[in-house]
């Protein structure tokens, strides 16, 4: 596609459930991240992946938090027995090379509230 | 720790007139910055951004201006359009490295008819 695409654009969910978030980035874009907003809040670092890397996974907030990259494309975000404080629009980026100086291709975001 | 500041949450501005949007940062080894814009429900998009070296950088109606030695850079858009309006991320990185983007948390910009 021509653009980073996140899907669900919206997920309500249960406290204590599992969700599953899917972006799906630029075609041929070897970097990819996950950013998360929470309300009033800047955009704050979950994961870094690059290419065949060990990805950064040095802004996830817990263990409950996990994601992955299949095939150096697709990526998926997983977050377990989920609470109210995980309540935020998650966005997932792309880049080409991963430097700085491109400057990232967001998605529209994925809203997650748990209710 | 909030690396990477926006201090106003928000601005209003006349159309026509300038806006001038603030960051400030506290980390020494941050080398490049970035701005991006933000409508609701959609992704932010990079606007313009600057390295270290310069202490400016233009691209039509928009203007970055970066001074190192007070960490404090801002983005001057003149004239300010209706479709300005918007919440505007500063991000900073370092270019040594695939380094992410730390980013503010955003001022809402409003320019008013």
């Known amino acids: 596609g021509a653009g980073v695409s996140q899907s669900p654009s919206n997920k309500v969910t249960e406290k204590g459930k599992d969700v599953e978030l899917r972006c799906d980035p630029i075609?041929?874009?070897?970097?990819l991240y996950w950013y998360r907003q929470s309300l009033g809040q800047g955009l704050e670092f979950l994961i870094y992946f690059q290419g065949n890397s060990a990805p950064d996974k040095s802004g996830l907030p817990s263990d409950r938090f996990s994601a992955e990259r299949t095939g150096g494309s697709v990526s998926t975000l997983t977050i377990q027995r989920t609470q109210q404080e995980d309540s935020a629009v998650y966005l997932c980026a792309s880049s080409l090379y991963g430097t700085p100086s491109e400057g990232y291709t967001f998605g529209s975001g994925t809203r997650l509230t748990v209710v | 720790d909030q690396q990477v500041k926006q201090n106003s949450p928000s601005l209003s501005v006349q159309e026509g007139r300038i806006s001038i949007l603030n960051c400030d940062y506290t980390n020494s080894m941050f080398d490049y910055f970035l701005w991006y814009k933000k409508y609701p429900a959609e992704g932010p998009t990079f606007l313009i951004s600057i390295s270290s070296i310069k202490d400016k950088n233009e691209d039509g109606r928009f203007t970055v201006f970066l001074n190192k030695s007070a960490k404090h850079l801002s983005l001057h858009i003149v004239p300010s359009q209706p479709g300005d309006s918007a919440v505007y991320f500063c991000a900073a990185s370092a270019m040594s490295g695939n380094e992410k983007l730390t980013f503010g948390t955003g001022t809402r910009l409003t320019i008013i008819p």
């Open positions: 075609s041929g874009h070897t970097a």
